[in-house]
């Protein structure tokens, strides 16, 4: 199973972006996914989440600003970036609770994406 992040670039202040992270592998099915972010010399701190069934939870830093969404017939998962300011310049990496058929049966696990970059400028 791999994860793989994309649409992260640079930016100016109060821009926008979108980010998108699609799974692959022999998945059976993806429960909860989520974005992080690492903002340089911190530590990665949770942005949004998403069930399956499409409820959200975003932090506080970001509500009204950012919208995480997902596509679960393209194991698909977005973040929608509006109103971005200097301070959400960092690394925002992928993560979901993903289903794979194992021969002791079915595991799920935590998968990560490998990040992709933002930037924000004055």
């Not at 925002?92 to 990040?115: D, F, K, L």
């Amino acid at each position: 199973v791999q994860l793989q992040a994309s649409g992260g670039g640079l930016v100016q202040a109060g821009g926008s972006l979108r980010l998108s992270c699609a799974a692959s592998g022999s998945i059976l099915s993806i429960n909860r996914m989520g974005w992080y972010h690492q903002a340089p010399g911190k530590q990665r701190e949770l942005v949004a989440t998403i069930t399956r069934g499409g409820s959200t939870d975003h932090a506080d830093s970001v509500k009204g600003r950012f919208t995480i969404s997902r596509d679960n017939a393209k194991n698909t998962v977005y973040l929608q970036m509006n109103s971005l300011k200097l301070e959400d310049t960092g690394v925002y990496y992928c993560a979901g609770e993903i289903s794979t058929a194992q021969a002791v049966g079915t595991i799920i696990n935590e998968y990560w994406g490998q990040g992709t970059l933002v930037t924000v400028s004055s």
